[in-house]
């Protein structure tokens, strides 16, 4: 600034004016930019802002869908939904978090396994994504977090449905149970639907393999809120669309029946009928309550059913296999026939087999005996002799093709199907020859053979209408069976075998129906567990090593409608523990009256139905001194 | 003028008073749905509001010239005493406090020293002999000027105001002459500034507004959520909008300070771009208004307050339209004449009063006989 400048007013007019003239472009420049800037948010991005305004206005609630029923084949319910209250927490909403669940950890009186679980499940949430506090509330609980809403902002109760199974632990086998879904399978399918809490899957059994039937569609309810939650007014709901129904081929008044028949025992019973291969029963006690677990199963019940030495948590029916003793008899007589034995030609029992230097023991000493005879009395000398005489590489196939050891395409999550052994068999398994004693053994129905109730069921169904039943579940329509390949003389020697076992002098004669004009048919089998030591038999001793009791039969003898089977774990013998059952359960299909009253006898002795009889083991099982905890149930 | 409408009404500078009925009128029908259909408790209080402000104008503008050049200096002592005592009341009631409560209204004077900064600037720039404009004279005083209620307003803290002073100060100073060099100078020095500033200078609820205007979608639901609400109300509206007392951001309360600061926004969710161009237009004819007062004007310090205060109202719809449509960051300046609020529309009514009188006191030019 060495060089003065003389600057005039002049000089300094002329300058504001081009001075003002640049300061009005300059605002113009900013008004052009916000209007241009308005523009571009307005009309370009404005599809985008109109969803975002939209999804801020409407705050979308998943209705979860109510489930398909399960009806049995009259129409019967096995499973609904039963409306219950539960209680939710909106994370976004809570304004103060410990003590809203303190609230309601006390007036709903949460045990402190609930709270953590909240607190757990509080801490990963987020937004408006529900967390469950509890469901399956009485209306009492419900009213009581209901009129203190106002004071527990965040908090909602509502109104939902459960799964509820009229028949309790007598279908847990059958129909298998609902759960909330698993961390692994929202990872798979992240829909929003499934971790709605309320929502729940089928986890095990129909329930879980007929889920995309089953589900239905979610409704979704639409609520305006404003911006601190509050809802403004509700919009268009759209309503859940349930889940289809679906039919059973289960008579469930005879599978309930047949459950609480099975009383004290470990077993299985299996009712087909014969000429369709509808399954009428397929019942395994002890089981679990799937009420249970459709209300989140407690931890002292779980671990009261893993402690059960009677496994209540396998059906027994499709996935426990045994070897199936005597009851097996009448295959190896088909075979027999079907390989040219006279059935009328005698064997003489002498209370046992010789083959080489062993001794092949028979139950007695028969003398001599024909097929039906043999059948009738389960004279293994007879079958020992016979089958020797075919060897077993021909029953076999017979045993096949009455179903055992055959898999069926069944919606069930698994089927054990079990063996049925030949000499090819033995040499793929073990690269052994098949021996002699090999098909004594296999014969009689012990040694490598094992088999599932159910296909038990099944053999006996086969036998008793002489039809290639295929075994169903789903009600439906199907084609008529087409025949076996027996002759009909060769079923009707088998047949009258299996007659006599219970109308005649055979080992089931105290299991007679107690009706006018209908009779049953039937075999025993008592199958061992471990190998005979000395005079014990598995007849005594521990529970686990007796042996297990089977029953096959069908009904009515002269024009057969139903084939069952009926195995009882270690039962102790065919006659003494299954055929009994069987006796009621077939009862109960003519009359109900004569079979209930024999029920009610048992039950009276046995401490009351499933029902009482579970309470009260979970009352004594809760009492017991508690196991230390475990280390950390979420590590 | 004919004689239907009496002289001296007809004599109001209707130009102008139409305008500002456009906006004030426009923001009450805005105020109105806000409220959800209700002159409560915002549209009436709004025109009532502007009407007694109206008649204060009226007043002002039949002041002369002189009359402003000669309380200007005086003007600015008292509110740099009152910007004290507010310190001191701050200070008394333990907690910040940016305004004295009189009982009928309440005073601002941090918002009241914005026009009044630039009255003094002009007058001090009126004084300045012209050929000092390029010396070291013509800066110390306009520091100093600066300085002292800046210095007072920072710590209450009312960054907003300080840097609104600093822009009607600059102004004014562009305006009078002063060398380029200085304003090429002080965006350099902003340049190099703004980081330390950010970095030493603001408040982390300060930097944490800087953050969150350059990624909004950061924060949604924190700091960054005003303006991220106020582009969905904007962008939502579309080109005509979603109807009068239909917009769901403002109703359902998703977009805060909807009658405030970001009344822009609830408008433009109802009427669209076709609104906002309307306030734009509105606002192009106002400031339009200003600068041709100020050009208009013989004296030098009619010019310079003028167009000072011109840009002091652009500065506040400048801010707050870049903010709403998300080109800067959350400062709490409201839109002029649109947005509910007493001590922002005596402002705006203030420097509207003083063009007024300006328009209509041209005066005459320097050296010229009056």
């Known amino acids: 600034m060495k060089v003065e400048k003389q600057v005039t007013s ?46 801020n206005r409407v705050n979308l609630t998943i209705i979860p869908p109510r489930r398909g029923w399960f009806i049995d084949r009259f129409g019967k319910p096995i499973a609904t939904n039963r409306a219950d209250f539960r209680v939710d927490i909106i994370p976004d909403r809570l304004a103060k978090k410990d003590e809203t669940v303190q609230t309601l950890a006390e007036l709903l009186a949460l045990s402190t396994d609930d709270v953590d679980r909240i607190h757990r499940e509080l801490k990963n949430a987020q937004g408006f994504q529900p967390v469950q506090v509890a469901d399956g509330l009485d209306y009492d609980k419900f009213a009581a977090v209901s009129v203190r809403l106002p004071d527990l902002p965040g908090v909602s109760p509502r109104q939902g449905y459960s799964r509820f199974y009229p028949s309790g632990a007598a279908v847990g086998h059958l129909i298998g149970y609902v759960g909330t879904v698993s961390a692994e399978e929202y990872q798979k399918n992240k829909k929003p639907l499934l971790i709605t809490p309320g929502f729940k899957v089928g986890k095990d059994g129909l329930e879980k393999t007929l889920e995309d039937r089953l589900q239905g569609e979610p409704g979704a309810k639409r609520t305006e809120v404003t911006a601190r939650g509050k809802i403004v007014r509700e919009l268009t709901t759209r309503p859940d669309t349930p889940g289809k129904p679906v039919q059973l081929t289960i008579d469930i008044d005879l599978h309930n029946y047949a459950a609480r028949r099975l009383g004290l025992e470990s077993g299985s019973v299996v009712v087909f009928d014969c000429l369709t291969g509808d399954i009428i029963t397929m019942a395994s006690m002890p089981c679990y309550d799937p009420n249970s677990f459709s209300d989140g199963i407690g931890r002292v019940e779980w671990k009261m059913l893993n402690s059960d030495d009677h496994i209540p948590m396998l059906n027994k029916a499709l996935q426990g296999l045994y070897p199936p003793g005597s009851t097996l008899k009448p295959v190896a007589g088909l075979a027999m026939l079907r390989h040219g034995i006279d059935p009328e030609e005698i064997v003489i029992c002498n209370g046992g087999y010789r083959l080489g230097n062993r001794v092949f023991k028979c139950l007695g000493r028969h003398g001599p ?37 055959q898999e069926f395409p069944l919606p069930f999550p698994s089927q054990r199907y079990g063996t049925v052994p030949d000499s090819a068999w033995k040499m793929r398994k073990y690269d052994q020859k098949w021996t002699e004693s090999d098909t004594l053994n296999a014969v009689i129905g012990q040694g490598y053979i094992i088999a599932s109730p159910f296909q038990l069921g099944l053999m006996a169904a086969r036998i008793a209408s002489g039809l290639n039943i295929q075994p169903e579940i789903l009600l439906q329509k199907r084609a008529a069976a087409k025949p076996l ?133 979970y009352a004594v099982f809760q009492n017991q001194p508690a196991p230390p905890p475990p280390l950390d149930p979420t590590a | 003028m004919n004689g239907i409408v009496p002289a001296p ?100 004077p941090s918002e009241l020293m914005k026009p009044v900064m630039v009255l003094a600037a002009a007058w001090f720039f009126d004084r300045l002999p012209p050929n000092r404009i390029f010396g070291i004279e013509a800066v110390w005083p306009l520091g100093a000027l600066l300085l002292l209620p800046s210095v007072l307003v920072i710590i209450q803290p009312d960054f907003d105001a300080a840097i609104a002073y600093a822009f009607g100060l600059g102004v004014v100073g562009f305006m009078a002459g002063l060398p380029l060099i200085y304003f090429w100078g002080a965006g350099a020095g902003i340049a190099v500034l703004a980081p330390l500033v950010y970095f030493f200078g603001l408040k982390p609820y300060q930097q944490d507004r800087v953050l969150i205007f350059l990624n909004p979608e950061n924060d949604p639901l924190g700091a960054g959520y005003h303006i991220t609400q106020s582009k969905i109300a904007i962008g939502s509206g579309g080109i005509f909008g979603k109807g009068f007392g239909n917009g769901t951001q403002s109703h359902l309360d998703y977009l805060p300070e909807g009658h405030t600061d970001f009344v822009f926004a609830t408008m433009a969710e109802e009427w669209g771009i076709v609104g906002g161009f309307f306030i734009l237009f509105l606002y192009f004819l106002l400031m339009r208004w200003g600068l041709t007062v100020a050009m208009q004007s013989k004296t030098r310090y009619g010019q310079l307050v003028a167009a000072g205060l011109t840009c002091t109202i652009f500065f506040y719809i400048m801010i707050n339209l870049l903010m709403v449509v998300g080109l800067a960051p959350v400062a709490g300046i409201p839109l002029p004449f649109v947005s509910h609020g007493g001590s922002s529309m005596l402002t705006m009514m203030l420097c509207v009063g003083i063009i007024m009188s300006i328009e209509r006191h041209p005066g005459a030019k320097r050296g010229q006989f009056q």
């Open chain 2, 9 to 108: 009404i007809a004599a109001l500078p209707w130009r102008v008073i139409f305008i500002l009925m456009a906006l004030v009128g426009f923001g009450a029908a805005v105020l109105y749905s806000a409220a959800g259909g209700h002159f409560d408790p915002w549209a009436g209080k709004h025109v009532l509001r502007f009407g007694i402000l109206l008649g204060m104008v009226i007043i002002m503008s039949r002041m002369k010239l002189e009359f402003w050049k000669s309380i200007t200096f005086p003007l600015y002592l008292l509110l740099l005493f009152l910007l004290i005592v507010v310190e001191l009341l701050g200070f008394v009631g333990g907690g910040s406090q940016r305004w004295i409560n009189l009982g009928i209204i309440t005073l601002q």
């Open chain 1, 485 to 617: 390949s027996f002759p009909k003389a060769h079923l009707d020697v088998v047949r009258e075998g299996m007659n006599l076992v219970v109308n005649g002098a055979g080992t089931a004669v105290r299991s007679r129906l107690m009706l006018d004009n209908i009779a049953m048919a039937g075999k025993t089998g008592t199958a061992q567990v471990r190998r005979i030591s000395g005079s014990q038999r598995g007849q005594s001793g521990a529970w686990k090593y007796r042996d297990h009791g089977l029953f096959v039969c069908f009904a009515p003898v002269d024009q057969p409608r139903y084939g069952a089977a009926v195995v009882i774990e270690h039962g102790m013998g065919g006659a003494r523990a299954a055929a009994p059952i069987a006796k009621d359960v077939l009862t109960f299909i003519y009359d109900r009256a004569q079979a209930m009253a024999s029920l009610e006898a048992l039950e009276a002795g046995w401490g009351g139905n499933i029902e009482q009889r579970m309470a009260a083991k």
């Open chain 1, 369 to 405: 005996v024909n097929m039906t005879t043999a059948i009738m009395k389960s004279c293994n000398t007879y079958f020992y002799s016979m089958g020797r005489r075919i060897g077993y590489d021909n029953i076999a196939p017979v045993a096949r093709e009455l179903g055992l050891g």
């Open chain 1, 10 to 55: 002049g000089q300094l007019d002329f300058a504001f004016t081009r001075r003002a003239a640049f300061v009005g472009g300059v605002q113009a420049a900013i008004g052009l930019t916000v209007a241009a800037r308005m523009s571009y948010i307005a009309v370009a991005d404005n599809e985008k802002y109109k969803l975002l305004a939209e999804s």
